[in-house]
């Protein structure tokens, strides 16, 4: 297996292909990670949330870290981390296009976006009454690893290796999509 170090638009092709990753927060040197449904665009992820930890936390340090990666087998991956830091988009008319771009972002990728944050075990049998957050990851820096089963020797060698690596990404998630959640077939 080699590690290649993938280009930072590398990485944002697979943050707008992915739609789930891990936040990293901290709070009294405690760190706290959790995994979030999330929308790209344009150095941001988009977000959705009720109030709990992790918007208390980011609340009280703004400094996160969210890694997404997909993996194909054992010498086939990618990862990619991303640091950045959060903003809450309240409801008032200053985020109110925020707010619209965020819940469009979402709504693209499912008609059900808002379920894993809005819908705690207690309240999947009556009507949700906790009102959400929504916030947006400003991305300060992104880098990537991908893992391939054959070393890249020459400079055509990396241009194959990163049209490669997109149509790979994009295979992975749509594979994702469709209901594989590593991106194998299922046995």
């Not at 990485?11 to 927060?25: D, M, N, Y």
């Not at 054992?74 to 990619?80: E, G, K, L, R, Y």
């Not at 619209?100 to 949700?128: K, N, T, Y």
């Amino acid at each position: 297996m080699f590690i290649h170090n993938m280009t930072e638009a590398e990485c944002r092709h697979a943050l707008k292909e992915a739609s789930v990753g891990r936040i990293a927060c901290a709070h009294d040197n405690q760190p706290y990670v959790v995994p979030i449904y999330f929308a790209y665009h344009e150095r941001h992820l988009y977000a959705i949330s009720t109030v709990g930890q992790k918007i208390e936390w980011m609340r009280a340090n703004p400094q996160v870290c969210i890694e997404v990666d997909e993996i194909t087998d054992p010498d086939d991956w990618m990862s990619v981390v991303m640091f950045g830091h959060y903003e809450e988009l309240p409801d008032v008319a200053e985020y109110k296009h925020a707010r619209e771009q965020a819940l469009d972002l979402l709504q693209r990728r499912s008609a059900r976006w808002w379920e894993p944050a809005c819908v705690g075990e207690g309240d999947r049998d009556r009507p949700h009454s906790r009102t959400p957050v929504a916030y947006r990851i400003h991305i300060d820096r992104v880098s990537g690893l991908h893992a391939t089963p054959h070393e890249v020797a020459s400079d055509d060698a990396v241009a194959e290796s990163t049209i490669a690596k997109e149509n790979l990404i994009s295979r992975l998630f749509t594979r994702r999509r469709r209901g594989h959640p590593t991106g194998r077939s299922r046995q």
